[in-house]
């Protein structure tokens, strides 16, 4: 790809170029991308309205980056990572991998490309662990099904190797899912995901379920894996903390919609939209002894429904920073500053920013 | 001197489990006093739930039971009360909050007819009254329309609101103390930030002392005075709000604060504690947390240490400190 030709040209010394290119190469375009799940009524089961749980969502994933998505519950956060997947059928919009429209694909050409290349690790490990089959099975399954390795003993060795990886003993292989602890389902889980050496793994609420001492263990092991591995990593998540630790860039999502997408240190540093400002200063934080007391917005009432979501900005109705056009017209999410990205009137006009 | 409200001494609670004991809360002392409010903290199975549960005369029964010790509520051990005097005690004296209010609100009945039978019952108002202190009650808890809210049902409102029907209920009484269990962890962080505001609001309005039961050491560090942290069945360490953050004495506290991530500040990598925590009813040798602890010595493995005051208002368990300070 273009990396190669642009080494030619670069001089040696100018590495430090070229690996930012290649670092930002991107792996996963999503362009409005609308996942409406319809609601019916009556006896017919009439469609009288739809759910618009993702609404026109639009960005990119870089290649060995750590995107962070953080929303409050129902916010989309969920069923956007299952749609890019195609666990859910997209209403619209388009999922480019590697420049290949996977909502396109028929479903046959998918497993080789798609199943294959993304994994998914989900809140409750022991939810997506079949109870009756051991592990070693458990994690030979998807080597079967893609036809990987010649015989048994192969495959053996392989997830022997993964199971050291991920932190297991290799003679964890003949134990059933109810005989590990939480934090142990979750290497699993994440040894799952692995098996099929994957580029891009959607991890959502993959530390949530954890007590604490176990979720910075699965935190640290999956930044080791990471970097030894190679792995692009989309990081659903409620827990701004977690996000802020892992993640390069954050996307905050309200109401379906992506109202925000910067940075991690942008983010975290100075917010522009007044969701993300209010919900970086709801987190609660332990106070230690230089610790700065921040201002807290308290935003009045409850996240709207999705299936009747207000008109103009979705946020409108909570927003402390509202003005006239918020209630009719739809701020779209633009690039205010370079790498900056935020749906809000506020900054229409550019000399704000 | 504030007066005591609550005194707990050697609070054993005790499970049969497959014809094996597990020691869920396995010798616990300490005291909330007046317009306090006191943070229990530790992770899943350290017996935090089942401390307020043995306070509130909950345990489930007949394979949980009290097996000894002293629960003083105003100088009246609740561990001897009979079921009758406790129906009295709970709601009234002693309120609780939980987790998920879905589960503690009846679905078939409105709002109305649950706060309602609470306030008849402890208070032995007439209907008109109870229902004027329903409404005033309602409407501290910011509802803005309370005359409506008395006749919905539990399933219109959302999370946040159901929790806060259920903190006006708890306080509706006016108890002395109020166990909220988790009460944050279900919530959205926005919702989670009004809930807690209230909450403080709430113990300095009625000088309520309160006793907050939860793993987020975010949420201790907004709410509490006072912090209790449990590991397996087990007080470790006792502190005030700012010692405990500021200078963590136990090996234990110290992971349990180094292992969350911070929303400020940037760390390279989080300190994980290692291993996993002893599942109920493993018998443990010497101190408990020894296993997982990197500062173990051989001594730790064969003896268990004593909780020991240290200061005024801080004990902690644990070998390193036996040289310091203390009594």
Do not use: W
């Amino acid at each position: 790809m273009g990396s190669t030709s642009l080494l030619e040209f670069t001089s040696p010394l100018n590495m430090e170029e070229v690996n930012k290119v290649i670092e930002e190469e991107t792996l996963l375009e999503v362009q409005n991308l609308k996942m409406y799940f319809p609601i019916k009524a009556g006896i017919i089961q009439r469609v009288v309205g739809h759910v618009k749980a993702v609404d026109d969502i639009s960005f990119r994933v870089r290649k060995g980056e750590t995107l962070g998505i953080v929303g409050e519950s129902g916010c989309g956060k969920s069923t956007m990572g299952r749609a890019l997947i195609r666990l859910y059928e997209p209403t619209g919009g388009s999922v480019l991998y590697d420049g290949i429209d996977i909502t396109k694909l028929p479903e046959r050409a998918l497993r080789p490309l798609i199943r294959k290349k993304i994994q998914m690790i989900f809140q409750d490990p022991y939810a997506s662990l079949n109870p009756r089959k051991s592990l070693g099975n458990l994690l030979k399954e998807p080597l079967k099904a893609h036809g990987l390795y010649a015989n048994s003993t192969e495959r053996n060795e392989k997830i022997k190797e993964l199971l050291e990886v991920v932190g297991l003993h290799s003679s964890s292989m003949n134990y059933y899912p109810n005989e590990f602890s939480g934090g142990q389902r979750q290497r699993i889980g994440i040894a799952r995901a692995l098996v099929l050496n994957p580029e891009l793994i959607i991890a959502d609420e993959a530390v949530s379920a954890l007590d604490v001492s176990i979720q910075a263990q699965i935190i640290n092991l999956l930044e080791d894996l990471q970097s030894q591995f190679n792995l692009t990593y989309i990081f659903i998540s409620h827990d701004l903390s977690v996000v802020r630790h892992i993640a390069d860039r954050v996307g905050v999502m309200y109401l379906g919609k992506l109202v925000e997408l910067a940075d991690k240190n942008d983010i975290y540093s100075e917010a522009l939209h007044p969701y993300t400002q209010a919900l970086l200063s709801a987190v609660p934080t332990i106070r230690q002894k230089g610790t700065i007391n921040r201002d807290r917005i308290i935003l009045k009432g409850d996240i709207p429904s999705s299936s009747n979501p207000p008109t103009g900005c979705v946020f409108h109705t909570r927003c402390p920073a509202k003005i006239k056009a918020c209630e009719t017209i739809v701020p779209q999410l633009k690039e205010v500053q370079p790498n900056r990205f935020v749906a809000c009137h506020l900054y229409d006009n550019p000399q704000i920013v | 001197m504030l007066s005591t409200i609550l005194e707990v001494n050697n609070l054993k609670t005790y499970f049969k489990k497959n014809k094996r004991i597990v020691r869920a809360v396995d010798g616990i002392d300490f005291k909330i006093n007046a317009g306090e409010i006191v943070a229990l903290v530790g992770e899943s199975g350290c017996g935090k739930s089942m401390t307020s549960l043995s306070i509130m005369g909950l345990v489930p029964s007949p394979e949980g039971k009290v097996v000894e010790g002293e629960i003083l509520l105003d100088g009246v051990n609740l561990a001897e009360l009979t079921e009758k005097k406790m129906y009295k005690i709970r709601g009234k004296e002693i309120a609780m909050i939980f987790q998920e209010p879905m589960t503690s609100l009846n679905p078939v009945l409105t709002i109305g007819d649950q706060l309602l039978s609470v306030i008849i019952y402890h208070l032995k108002l007439p209907k008109r009254e109870a229902e004027q202190k329903a409404i005033e009650m309602l409407e501290l808890v910011g509802f803005s329309d309370p005359e409506k809210l008395l006749k919905s049902y539990p399933h219109r409102l959302s999370g946040g609101m159901r929790q806060r029907v259920m903190i006006a209920m708890a306080m509706s009484c006016n108890p002395k103390l109020l166990i909220a269990d988790e009460p944050t962890t279900a919530l959205d962080v926005t919702i989670q930030a009004q809930v807690l505001e209230l909450m403080k609001e709430i113990s300095i309005k009625f000088s309520t002392s309160i006793l907050l039961i939860t793993h987020d050491l975010g949420v201790v560090s907004e709410l509490a005075d006072r912090v209790i942290v449990m590991y397996a069945g087990q007080i470790v360490e006792i502190a005030n709000i700012d010692d405990l953050f500021d200078y963590p004495l136990h090996p234990y506290t110290v992971g349990l604060i180094n292992s969350v991530p911070k929303i400020e500040g940037e760390i390279e990598r989080l300190q994980a504690i290692k291993g996993n925590v002893p599942a109920p009813g493993t018998i443990i040798e010497g101190c408990r947390f020894a296993k997982r602890c990197n500062k173990v010595f051989e001594r730790c493995t064969k003896e268990m240490p004593a909780l020991r005051k240290m200061d005024g208002t801080r004990s902690v368990r644990c070998f390193l400190y036996d040289d310091v300070g203390g009594e």
